[in-house]
């Protein structure tokens, strides 16, 4: 059941951000609804569902991007851990994890799609990559980051409800 | 007698009145009564309408609501009728193109989306091997070529764009005849590379495929010669091209069914081979 909710959730994401955040960057950079979406519900107490939404989120990603297939589903699955490690460390401050999870997550997902392009001999000057991609894309998804962490959180409290002591 | 003086005087007045003497009198006399007149009558509509306001007001309100409710109703079909018409400028401008190119089959798209990663410069179309697409058909506009489809589903085609830093494209300036590589950047700007230095490029010049390579058929416009940069100590020139197509505005695109790229790799040696 919670894993089909992921689904249309990420199904209406990916859609959202390949028709309207795609086409509305800042310089050449985007928000990343995906990623933090992701990351915001990793961060969630009592979600166990994490890893399973961040495949789903990295398999709709892959699926509207012409970087090699598996590219956004590792750096999600990485972006994952780091905010499920950060969620440990940082627990009592949640929108300062968020924050945090939001700013290595970006830079993780930028930096690997840089190496796949790379990768795949595409040369792309790195002082351009930082300038016009990464913080840029990195400011939008701050900005983002609390509100969608709200959404998130709210969701949680609906999926799984507080179980009241007798 | 009384009557008959009182009747002689009604006469008298009627006869001056019908002779016009008495013209100035009645001015006098009316004038005062007219304002009166219209004095009380104002103050009358006044006293009228505070009792019979609030109906009024209430019917207003209504009226006012049902005519803002059909304003914004008529502003949505403005809008609606808007773009139909924009789309069906478009649309024109493209059954244009295709009359006047009449050596290519064309098949019409939408873009539909655009990737998920800023690093990709490429955009989804609603038409697919379904229709006839396959990989590496040449998708252009009106105003010129878009780039290239790199991947194609059923439904749906992957098309990557010549601005993408992937795109690599061998062009020619129409003016000159000066042969060059097209390649993007990740800036989404385009640029001409490996200009022979003997070669003369002015800003202006048009910039068209060659067909060399065997991905794009000749003669597609690609844009137009902006800036020329020459280094003394390089062994090429390069320069910047304003492309002729607006990548941020991409709505409706051309794809051409009837050209099959060539695949030249196998010809190229490998390093190493004699």
Known sequence: ?166 | MQFIILFLIAMGIVGLALGGYLTPIARVVINPIVSAQSWLAKRYQAVQSLITQPEDVTSLRQKNAQLEAENSAMQVQIIELQQQVSEAQLLSTLVDYERRHVENQYIAASVIARDVSPFMHYVIIDRGSDDGLRKGMPVITQQGLVGKIAAVTAGAARVELINDPGSSINVILQQSGVEAVLNGDITGEIGLDMISQNAVVQPGDLVMTSGLGGNYPANLVIGQVVTVRSEAYSLFQSASVQPAVDFSQLAIVLIITNFQPVDISPLIPAPGTP
């Open chain 1, 1 to 166: 059941m919670i894993n089909l909710i992921g689904l249309i959730l990420f199904g209406i994401l990916s859609i959202l951000q390949s028709t309207i955040v795609s086409r509305i960057p800042l310089l050449n950079g985007t928000a990343d609804l995906i990623l933090l979406f992701i990351v915001a519900w990793a961060l969630q107490d009592r979600v166990e569902s994490a890893w399973q939404w961040c495949l789903i989120g990295g398999i709709f990603a892959s699926l509207y991007s012409a970087l090699p297939f598996g590219t956004f589903i590792v750096t999600y699955l990485i972006a994952t851990g780091i905010a499920r490690l950060l969620k440990r460390r940082v627990w009592k401050a949640p929108f300062l994890a968020m924050l945090a999870a939001t700013f290595i997550g970006t830079i993780i997902v930028q930096v690997l799609s840089l190496a796949a392009r790379l990768v795949t001999g595409v040369n792309i000057p790195l002082i351009s990559m930082l300038n016009l991609i990464l913080l840029p894309g990195l400011l939008l998804n701050l900005i983002l980051a609390i509100p969608i962490y709200s959404i998130m959180r709210d969701m949680a409290g609906w999926l799984y409800p507080e179980e009241l002591e007798a």
